[in-house]
């Protein structure tokens, strides 16, 4: 299998995870136990009513644990699993570790905006975990000193880190306009409202102008806004930028500086991608229930 292809592989399994993983850690840190039960006036309450028809709790919590338990307990086991095991076996991720890898993921991918992905506490915690699960799984695994530093030099490419700005962008279709919004935003307006209410481009004026993660190789955004962002502070916008389809106010919510990774720095990641590649199977915290010993709701249903 090709190293970006797996790569794109292990990013995906972030991806479907990130926003269950970071609700259940959340939970979990606020409010210590799951309630369990409840009291029959909580159960039979009213949560809609539909002409003479009624929807009571008891019948929504039954349709959501039918429909979506199974899954749910599954990762919040998961989780359990992964941290205790960690524990046992003294396995840590440094802060340091954790930032760059979400650095990585930045760079490479363009859409992570907060409403699809979660926010990026949510993402810390599941590269967190992440990491925790791959060491756990190839910890056993023999990989030596000259396949790491091979796979090190033939893929540098996937170490270097361009210089990447988070933006969103209003467009509108004149100048007049693009100046009307400055003032409005010099004057205390949101950009994201004003992008919902005058942005031309209806895809992104639905997510406030959020146009993610752009990096200066991207071909796919004008190379006035790469320009512009370079000289942004985080929270600023731009003055008006000429667009094919009429002029576009930027905002900044981040840069990323670019960086080229040495050796040292993903020599462990890399050690783990090897190993993984000589895996049976996909990436799963399955084979780990047996060593610590799970029983749990649906064993035998």
């Known amino acids: ?33 799951i309630p369990v039960s409840s009291s029959d006036d909580e159960q039979n309450e009213v949560i809609a009513t539909i002409g003479e028809e009624t929807i009571t ?22 989780l359990h699993v992964v941290e205790e095991l960690a524990e046992k076996y003294e396995i840590t991720v440094s802060d340091e570790i954790i930032q760059r890898e979400l650095a990585v993921y930045k760079s490479m991918y363009n859409s992570l905006d907060e409403e699809q992905f979660g926010n990026e506490q949510n993402w810390e ?6 990491i925790l ?8 695994a023999s990989v030596s000193e000259e396949e790491i530093k091979k796979f090190y030099d033939s893929n540098k490419e996937l170490y270097d880190i361009d210089e990447t700005f988070h933006l969103s962008h209003i467009i509108v279709k004149s100048e007049k306009e693009a ?4 003032e409005e935003l010099n004057g205390g307006s949101s950009f994201e409202a004003l992008a919902l209410e005058v942005s031309t481009d209806e895809f992104t004026a639905n997510q406030g102008g959020d146009i993610g993660f752009i990096s200066t190789n991207n071909e796919y955004v004008p190379g006035a806004y790469l320009e512009e962002a370079s000289s ?30 040495t050796y040292d720095d993903v020599k462990s990641q890399i050690r783990r991608q090897i ?23 649906y064993e035998n249903k």
């Open 125 to 130: 915690q599941q590269i967190r975990y992440s």
């Open 1 to 33: 299998m090709a190293s970006k292809t797996l790569w794109v592989i292990i990013f995906s399994l972030v991806i479907t995870n990130c926003v269950t993983i970071g609700y259940f850690t959340s939970k979990n840190q606020g409010q210590g136990a």
């Open 133 to 140: 699960l791959e060491e756990l799984l190839t910890r056993d």
């Open 275 to 297: 190993a993984l590649e000589q895996m049976e199977g996909s990436v799963s915290v399955d084979p780990l229930w047996d060593e610590i010993g799970v029983t749990w709701f």
């Open 179 to 182: 100046n009307m919004v400055i």
């Open 57 to 78: 709790r008891d019948q929504w919590m039954n349709k959501l644990e039918e429909q979506f338990g199974q899954e749910t307990l599954k990762e919040l086991v998961n």
């Open 232 to 261: 942004l502070d985080k929270g600023e916008w731009s003055g008006a930028i000429k667009v094919d389809t009429g002029y576009a106010v930027i905002m900044l919510h981040e840069k990323i500086e670019g960086k080229a990774y």
